[in-house]
């Protein structure tokens, strides 16, 4: 298994408040991916990273940022957590972007 | 709309059944890919195909470009083979994957 890490792998939070996922690998893939899965719905991007400090929108981008300063650390942020953010999130990485994914293990997120 | 569509969505079958799930698609593509998700939630690589045919053990998976469908097919189905099995595409413009819903199947012993 590719080595991906997730943290947290749980949490709960109120609505307003900030919350920062992180995705940590030790693959050196230079592609980083934030998904989202929801009932009804397949996996949809939110961001990606094509390489530290590279960043790019997804198809549900709205509402959050993201940010890479080290090849092996991709971050996600709520800046304001809504209850339509409860989901859970998955981080992926590839060598490039056709390229096979990989993913991490999942945050459950729940915003009350 | 999802460019991405997979039949059934849920499936049962008997240990030992030959299985197979669809993936259809509306656009020109580069790449498919193949995953396995376990009922834990945990997701896994199985294939990454452009075009023909590949094998890994019980698992087969195919692609019609012309056609544009896929199909993975399960040989020997035991109950560990329980998950959902995902599809995603890469269209030929663009960076990203497109993901199907899922087909999720239960192997009853």
């Known amino acids: 298994d590719a080595g991906i890490t997730q943290s947290p792998r749980h949490k709960v939070t109120e609505t307003g408040t900030p919350v920062t996922l992180r995705c940590h690998q030790t693959?050196?893939?230079?592609?980083m991916y934030w998904y989202r899965q929801d009932p009804g719905h397949g996996l949809r991007l939110i961001h990606y990273?094509?390489?530290?400090?590279?960043?790019d929108k997804g198809e549900v981008s709205d509402g959050y940022s993201v940010s890479r300063s080290k090849t092996e650390d991709f971050l996600l942020t709520l800046e304001s957590a809504t209850s339509s953010q409860t989901s859970v999130y998955f981080c992926?990485?590839?060598?490039?972007?056709?390229?096979?994914?990989?993913f991490g293990p999942g945050t459950r997120l729940t915003v009350l | 709309k999802n460019e991405v569509e997979q039949s059934p969505q849920n499936l049962t079958a008997q240990e030992g059944e030959f299985i197979t799930i669809n993936c259809s698609y509306s656009?020109?593509?580069?790449?498919l890919h193949w995953l396995q998700q376990h009922p834990g939630g945990g997701i896994v690589s199985l294939f990454m195909?452009?075009?023909g045919k590949k094998k890994h053990g019980r698992l087969i998976a195919t692609i019609n470009i012309q056609e544009k469908h896929s199909s993975l097919h399960i040989t020997a189905s035991h109950p560990r083979d329980s998950a959902v099995y995902i599809c995603?595409?890469?269209?030929?413009?663009?960076?990203?994957?497109?993901f199907g819903t899922g087909t999720s199947l239960t192997v009853i012993p």
């Open positions: 995603a595409v890469r269209m030929n413009t663009g960076n990203q994957f497109y």
């Open positions: 693959e050196n893939h230079r592609y």
């Open positions: 195909l452009s075009s």
């Open positions: 992926a990485i590839s060598r490039g972007p056709g390229n096979e994914q990989f």
């Open positions: 990273s094509y390489g530290v400090k590279d960043t």
């Open positions: 656009v020109g593509i580069s790449a």
